[in-house]
Structure formats: structure tokens, C-alpha cells
């Protein structure tokens, strides 16, 4: 390893994994606490925000309390007052590369909250070595890899170059990166470099992950004429008064779904990257609604919604995607007589937008390198780094121009499910990891 160490004449990784090891306790300790902390996102559906107001910037205050004791100093950006972002950072002694370590607070609302252990999502039971509850996987954990390393690397004497800092953002489940994320960095924290500790649990646990593929939120409105279901005869039959009696908005809305149905198809050969497997850029229609205006089966729908999720690849613009989306249905509409004079009606509600770092970046590099190191090289032949198969901050941060990868403990099968856990293994492995990227790249003084 190239660390470049004067004042340590030998590689501090060692000592370093010595101290990981032995300040393991304090640290689950910590995420214990975090895990018990109720920090669901305020603006997730179905959450009234008086009930869950607070806990995100509690966590964030657990995690700057305990940094303090190694050297961290703490600040606060709050868009919203009471959903506070923690930056906690110490500064290097000069002439290296400054690095940030960002990870979300906030969580998820519990799926079937009976139904997890001890009745309770957030009871941060340990058994069998994983730390079970809400917001384990996704993603206090990566948080607490990421103290760990930071206080590992303090007690073991090791001073950095260039400045460390770790972002406790709000937000992340919502995509509200203007609460969180994005307003740390426009608040003017950031660095040379991020690392995002997602789960990347996928092939592999702490998988290196540069890229992840871009989505939208796409709603499409389909108009009808809704009228009393006995038009349907005259309205659909040879003889009958067509349109004029009548148009079903749910059927119309069956075609706009056949014909993005066939697009998809044709993007599982015209749209491809290397680091994803084939198939995966696709159209997920998730939520489908007409009715007359009145929930009754007696009536032709006047109108209807298609609620679409489409995930497109890094390598191609967004407003294309838009584009060949939009221009696909639009052909397919001239083929029937409504849709023709009556074209479905596109709402583009959110985008989250792809990050891609070339895998000869040199914190991609290093990443791979100390994961190796930790963990044992892979077998010749197989990829070194990853596509995350979920969506994440990391894209806010490369929207900045910041070099990202995304590694963190956790498995992201159990993220938003019942009984989400992280293996306790994988919390000290990753500070492993992390701390001698730390060193590798923001260089040891
Ligand atoms: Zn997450």
C-alpha cells in the first residue's frame, strides 16, 4: 500500500484493524441507539409528521456526540429547522486529498410492523450475530462503519492530510436531497471525493458500486367519455354510434400500457451497459386507476391514471428517454379512433438521475483494492465493481461534479421489508475498508 507515512515508518493498517476491533462494542453500541431511534422520514406516505418530527436530527446529534471524543467537530444545515443535516469533520494537516462520507438518517415507514421481532421495528435486538430493526440495513449501519473508522484511525495515532468529513443527511427515502443531501453541499461541505455507505450487498457483500441506473416517476392521464355501462354495446360494436355513446378511459389506458409493454421489450436489445445485467431497463407499471368520477363498475370510465416507474440506463439523457417514451405513444395513439383526437396527457413527476464514476477512477481503484485487502481478492475473471440495483444519493453528489462509489454494509433484500438486520461482520469489515481508503486516499502525515 502507498501511504506515503513519515511519522508511522510502517503500515498503520494493522493497528488500525486492532483499534476497529476493539472499539467494535462502543460502536453497536451506538447503532443499538440509532436503531432504537424512530427517525422515519416525516414526508413518507401515510406518516403524520407530528409523530415522527425530530428523530433524523437525533441521530445525526448521537453520531456528531460521539465523534466529538476523537477529534470531530460537528455543524448543522437545516432547510427545515427541526430536520437538521450533521456534518461532522476534522481537518488534515495539509497537502492531501479531502474526502466525505455521506449516509441518510431518515428511514422508511415499517412494512407490517406486527410482524417483526419481538413485535417492535425498532427493538435492535442482536441475535445470531445481526442487529435487527428499521433502518439497520438502510443505512445507520454504513453511518456507524463510517465513525468506526474515522475513531479507529484517531485512536491509532494516524493523522490525515487532507480533511475527513461525514454528512448525516435527512431526506433520503423521499428523495428530498433539497432537505438534505443537496443542501449540505450547497451550504459549502463536500470534498475532493464521497463515498456513499449504502447497502451494496449485491453480487457481494460491500460490493464496490460506481454506477446505478437513473428513474423516473412517470404518471400518464388517459381521458374517456363516461357514460352508463349499457353504451358499452353501441359504443364498442360494428353498427353501433362508436365514440359518441361512450368511451372506456380504463381500455384506453390498456393500450398506452400494451404500447409501452412493447417498448420495454425493445429496450431489453436496444439498451444496454456493461455493468447492469440485460433486462433491467424497464417500465414498471405499479398503480393503475379509472372510474367515472365514482367508485362504480356502472359506468365507461371517464378517466384513467397509469403510475409508471422507468429506469433507463447511465449512458443515456434523460430528456431522450422522455423523448422516445412520449413519441412511442403518440405513434401508438394514431392507431385508434379516441386516443387520435384525445392524446394521454404525461406528467414527469420526479427524476432521480444516475451517477457513473469510471472504474479507473482512483477511488474506485482504491475502494477495489482495500476491499481485496480485507476481504480476500475475487476470483480472476469477475467484475471488481457493481451497479446498484436501487437508487441513492450518491447521484446528488455527482450532479455537484464530485467523483462517488457507493459501499456499505447491509443487505439490501431486507431493506423495506419485515425484519430488516445487518450482520455485525460486515459493520467492522467495512470500517476496515473504509479506513484504508481514508488513508489511501486523503494520504497519512
Ligand atoms: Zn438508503
Given at each position: 500500500?502507498?501511504?506515503t507515512?513519515?511519522?508511522l515508518?510502517?503500515?498503520?493498517?494493522?493497528?488500525?484493524?486492532?483499534?476497529?476491533?476493539?472499539?467494535?462494542?462502543?460502536a453497536?453500541?451506538?447503532?443499538?441507539?440509532?436503531v432504537?431511534?424512530?427517525?422515519?422520514?416525516?414526508?413518507?406516505?401515510?406518516i403524520?409528521?407530528?409523530?415522527?418530527?425530530?428523530g433524523?436530527?437525533?441521530?445525526?446529534?448521537?453520531?456528531?456526540d460521539h465523534?466529538?471524543?476523537?477529534?470531530?467537530?460537528?455543524?448543522?444545515?437545516a432547510?427545515?429547522?427541526?430536520?437538521?443535516?450533521?456534518?461532522?469533520?476534522?481537518?488534515?494537516?495539509?497537502?492531501?486529498?479531502?474526502l466525505?462520507?455521506?449516509?441518510?438518517?431518515?428511514?422508511?415507514?415499517?412494512?407490517?410492523?406486527?410482524?417483526?421481532?419481538?413485535?417492535n421495528?425498532?427493538?435492535?435486538?442482536?441475535?445470531?450475530g445481526?442487529?435487527?430493526?428499521?433502518?439497520?440495513t438502510?443505512?445507520?449501519?454504513?453511518?456507524?462503519?463510517?465513525?468506526?473508522?474515522a475513531?479507529a484511525?484517531?485512536?491509532?495515532?494516524?493523522?490525515?492530510?487532507?480533511?475527513?468529513?461525514?454528512?448525516?443527511?435527512?431526506?433520503?427515502?423521499t428523495?428530498?436531497?433539497?432537505?438534505?443531501t443537496?443542501?449540505?453541499l450547497?451550504?459549502?461541505?463536500?470534498?475532493?471525493?464521497?463515498?456513499?455507505?449504502?447497502?451494496?450487498?449485491?453480487?457481494?457483500?460491500?460490493?464496490?458500486?460506481a454506477?446505478?441506473?437513473?428513474?423516473?416517476?412517470?404518471?400518464i392521464?388517459?381521458?374517456?367519455y363516461g357514460?352508463?355501462s349499457?353504451?358499452?354495446?353501441p359504443?364498442?360494436?360494428?353498427?353501433?354510434?362508436?365514440?359518441?355513446?361512450?368511451?372506456n378511459?380504463?381500455?384506453?389506458?390498456m393500450?398506452v400500457v400494451?404500447?409501452?409493454?412493447q417498448?420495454?421489450?425493445?429496450?431489453?436489445?436496444?439498451?444496454?451497459?456493461p455493468a447492469?445485467?440485460?433486462?433491467?431497463?424497464?417500465?414498471?407499471?405499479?398503480?393503475?386507476?379509472?372510474?367515472?368520477?365514482?367508485p362504480s363498475?356502472?359506468?365507461?370510465?371517464?378517466?384513467?391514471?397509469?403510475?409508471?416507474?422507468?429506469?433507463?440506463?447511465?449512458?443515456?439523457?434523460?430528456?431522450?428517454?422522455?423523448?422516445?417514451i412520449?413519441n412511442?405513444v403518440?405513434?401508438?395513439?394514431q392507431?385508434?379512433?379516441?386516443l387520435?383526437?384525445?392524446?394521454?396527457?404525461?406528467r414527469?413527476?420526479?427524476?432521480?438521475?444516475?451517477?457513473?464514476?469510471?472504474?479507473?477512477?482512483p477511488?474506485?481503484?482504491?475502494?477495489?483494492?482495500?476491499?481485496?485487502?480485507?476481504?480476500?481478492?475475487?476470483?480472476?475473471?469477475?467484475a471488481?465493481?457493481?451497479?446498484?440495483?436501487?437508487?441513492?444519493?450518491?447521484?446528488?453528489?455527482?450532479?455537484?461534479?464530485?467523483?462517488?462509489?457507493?459501499?456499505?454494509p447491509?443487505?439490501?433484500?431486507?431493506?423495506?421489508?419485515?425484519?430488516?438486520?445487518?450482520?455485525?461482520?460486515?459493520?467492522?469489515d467495512?470500517a476496515?475498508?473504509?479506513?484504508?481508503?481514508?488513508?489511501?486516499?486523503?494520504?497519512?502525515?
Open positions: 500500500m502507498d501511504y507515512a513519515t511519522a515508518n510502517h503500515d498503520p493498517s494493522t493497528l488500525v484493524d486492532a483499534k476497529i476491533q476493539a472499539m467494535l462494542p462502543e453497536i453500541s451506538l447503532l443499538r441507539r440509532l432504537a431511534t424512530n427517525s422515519i422520514n416525516p414526508l413518507f406516505p401515510g403524520r409528521r407530528e409523530d415522527v418530527i425530530g433524523e436530527t437525533a441521530c445525526g446529534a448521537m453520531l456528531a465523534l466529538s471524543r476523537f477529534g470531530f467537530a460537528s455543524e448543522t444545515v432547510h427545515d429547522p427541526e430536520r437538521k443535516n450533521t456534518v461532522m469533520r476534522k481537518s488534515g494537516t495539509g497537502g492531501g486529498r479531502s466525505f462520507i455521506n449516509g441518510h438518517v431518515d428511514t422508511v415507514a415499517p412494512f407490517r410492523p406486527s410482524e417483526w421481532l419481538d413485535g421495528p425498532w427493538s435492535a435486538t442482536i441475535k445470531d445481526r442487529l435487527y430493526g428499521l433502518g439497520s438502510d443505512m445507520k449501519s454504513g453511518l456507524v462503519a463510517a465513525a468506526l473508522a475513531s484511525l484517531d485512536a491509532a495515532g494516524v493523522r490525515l492530510k487532507g480533511e475527513l468529513q461525514i454528512h448525516a443527511v435527512v431526506g433520503e427515502e428523495m428530498s436531497h433539497e432537505l438534505g443537496s443542501s449540505v450547497d451550504a459549502g461541505f463536500g470534498g475532493d471525493a464521497a463515498i456513499v455507505v449504502e447497502p451494496t450487498s449485491q453480487p457481494r457483500p460491500l460490493s464496490v458500486t454506477v446505478s441506473a437513473g428513474n423516473f416517476n412517470l404518471q392521464d388517459v381521458k374517456g357514460t352508463h349499457g353504451n358499452r354495446g359504443s364498442i360494436r360494428a353498427g353501433g354510434e362508436g365514440n359518441a355513446a361512450g368511451v378511459a380504463v381500455e384506453k389506458a393500450l400494451q404500447a409501452l409493454q417498448l420495454e421489450q425493445e429496450w431489453g436489445i436496444t439498451k444496454s451497459h447492469f445485467p440485460a433486462g433491467i431497463f424497464s417500465m414498471v407499471p405499479g398503480v393503475f386507476h379509472g372510474d367515472a368520477g365514482v363498475v356502472g359506468y365507461l370510465a371517464e378517466s384513467a391514471t397509469v403510475g409508471y416507474l422507468v429506469w433507463y440506463p447511465p449512458n443515456e439523457r434523460p430528456a431522450a428517454i422522455r423523448a422516445e412520449e412511442h403518440h405513434h401508438a395513439s392507431l385508434d379512433s379516441w387520435r383526437h384525445n392524446p394521454p396527457v404525461f414527469w413527476e420526479s427524476h432521480w438521475p444516475v451517477f457513473d464514476t469510471s472504474t479507473d477512477h477511488l474506485i481503484q482504491s475502494l477495489v483494492a482495500d476491499r481485496a485487502d480485507v476481504l480476500g481478492a475475487l476470483p480472476a475473471g469477475l471488481q465493481t457493481h451497479s446498484f440495483n436501487a437508487v441513492c444519493d450518491a447521484s446528488f453528489i455527482a450532479e455537484k461534479g464530485i467523483p462517488v462509489a457507493a459501499m456499505g447491509g443487505d439490501l433484500r431486507c431493506a423495506h421489508a419485515v425484519n430488516e438486520f445487518v450482520q455485525l461482520t460486515e459493520v467492522s467495512c476496515r475498508i473504509l479506513a484504508r481508503t481514508m488513508m489511501r486516499w486523503c494520504g497519512v502525515a
